[in-house]
């Protein structure tokens, strides 16, 4: 649990890369915050870090009031530049209903000055509860997004660097309290599959 910066909070992240500055320098990922710091020394790992490509998701939302799913990329910012995310979708379990949800997407520039920020909750109907496909088709002019193969958005941007993926579930205190513990777990977040294709580079490919 981390409770300094955003109360009480649960996250269960599966990532591709991790880059960190000596422990007590402000050389890191995702620096949500001015006063962050690194705590903690890890080794850095570029695991998988693409640069463009359709990256797909499929996944079941959890509908819980206090949770949240979401699949996004961030820059591995060995470069502070290098830092903005292209978020594929994010579930918040308070949009999910039977006959639609709204589903977070776009791109947050973080400490990149060449992106303007530019993110909307589309409201698809679909039920999120069942397994459905989510995308990003990234390349060098944009990035569109995709449910069920269908696109929803387009954003006319496009961060130029490596990227990592995170593959996240949140749980927040500001849910409503059950009777019993028993309420209200187990949770799961289904994955399918996430994969990512790029293009061979050859004509046509």
Not at 58 to 68: E, K, Q, S, T
Request: charged share 25%; proline share 7%; glycine share 8%.
């Amino acid at each position: 649990m981390v409770s300094e910066f955003d109360g009480w909070l649960r996250v269960f992240s599966l990532q591709t890369g991790v880059f960190a500055g000596p422990v007590g320098s402000s050389i890191g990922q995702h620096r949500f915050a001015a006063n962050l710091v690194v705590r903690e020394g890890q080794d850095a790992a570029a695991l998988y870090t693409p640069q463009y490509g359709l990256v797909e998701c499929r996944a079941r939302a959890i509908a819980d009031p206090a949770n949240m799913v979401a699949l996004w990329l961030i820059g591995f910012e060995d470069q502070p530049d290098r830092s903005a995310e292209i978020l594929v979708f994010e579930i918040f379990g308070r949009d999910v209903s039977p006959e639609s949800v709204g589903i977070g997407m776009g791109v947050h520039p973080f400490g990149d000055p060449l992106i303007v920020d530019d993110f909307e909750q589309v409201t698809v109907r679909i039920d999120a509860r069942a397994f459905h496909d989510y995308a990003v088709e990234w390349t060098p002019e944009r990035v569109r997004f995709f449910v069920d193969e269908q696109q929803v958005r387009e954003v006319a941007q496009s961060p130029a660097y490596p990227m990592q993926l995170m593959l996240n579930a949140y749980e927040f205190a500001d849910g409503p309290e059950p009777a019993s513990p028993a309420d209200r777990y187990p949770k799961e977040f289904l994955v399918d599959w996430v994969r990512d294709w790029r293009r061979t580079g050859r004509q046509g490919a």
